[in-house]
């Protein structure tokens, strides 16, 4: 059987982080998640912060009326509290990725620690997938994640994929292999396999060696270099990256 398209989920959080360090309107994260859609993203994500430090409760509504409008999922990152549980039900996104936040953290730092918590994370995860929307963990590549994401219900994991390309590109092998191991375990479980997190041209074609990978979702990379090419070419050269990656696995 071939391998489907990898998705490439687009994630416009840090055109709001740009709004709001000066604040008014400009630049407009529903512009860019228009932008990105006419330019080929399969999806937009936005992460709502506790502490709101970029995407606002007006970008989720709007949002999520344009994924609507143009047919395309959004994917709602959500720390695992009451008020993110409300949040979503409320709009119903196509799907929800639980995350780890942290207020004094730059940026999300690691995976969620689903392991030895799966009491807190059931309940939130069935609240979810009663309402219709798809549940994914973002996840350390471990074995025990893993299971656990498994075990409370998730029908996705994504994995975090900020260890390994933070490393230098000599020495990504050890890593490389602890990801890929994890994404056969999560498939072989009934998971559909994501990843994310640090992801450039180089690391997404790289990951894209792992054949049960069925969607990457990268932000920060594409936003900086759209300040250089404009979003709409970088979003169509990393399609492009991807697209010559996997057709070097069908060979």
């Known amino acids: 059987m071939s391998r489907p398209p990898v998705r490439l989920g687009v994630n416009i959080d ?30 937009i994500t936005a992460h709502l ?7 606002g409760d007006a970008d989720i509504e709007a949002l999520t009326a344009l994924c609507k409008t143009a047919g395309k999922p959004l994917n709602f990152e959500m720390a ?10 409320r709009h119903r996104p196509h799907a929800a990725c639980l995350v780890p936040e942290r207020r004094e953290e730059v940026t999300t730092e ?17 609240a979810l997938s009663d309402a219709g929307i ?12 893993v299971e656990a994401a498994a075990a409370v219900g998730a029908q996705v994991v994504e994995f975090h994929t900020g260890r390994y390309c933070h490393l230098p590109a000599g020495e990504r092998g050890v890593e ?22 640090g992801l450039d041209y180089d690391t997404a074609a790289e990951v894209l060696a792992i054949p049960e990978i069925r969607e990457l979702n ?34």
């Open 218 to 251: 990268i932000g920060h990379f594409l936003i900086g270099e759209a300040v250089f090419v404009g979003l709409a070419a970088a979003i169509r050269r990393m399609r492009g990256a991807m697209e010559a990656a996997q057709a070097v696995t069908r060979e």
């Open 80 to 89: 695992v509290t009451d008020e993110m549980l409300a949040i979503a039900l």
């Open 176 to 197: 490389f292999d602890r990801l890929a191991a994890a994404c056969a375990q999560a498939d072989g479980l009934g998971l559909e396999v994501h990843a994310g997190h």
């Open 134 to 145: 798809r549940v994914s963990l973002f996840i350390d590549p471990s074995a025990d994640q």
């Open 110 to 126: 690691g995976g969620l620690a689903v392991a030895g918590h799966e009491a807190t994370m059931a309940p939130v995860v069935r």
């Open 14 to 43: 840090h055109v709001a982080t740009v709004r709001n360090a000066r604040g008014g309107v400009h630049p407009d994260p529903v512009r860019a998640a228009e932008e990105a859609i006419r330019a080929g993203a399969d999806g």
């Open 49 to 55: 912060r506790e502490d709101r430090r970029h995407i």
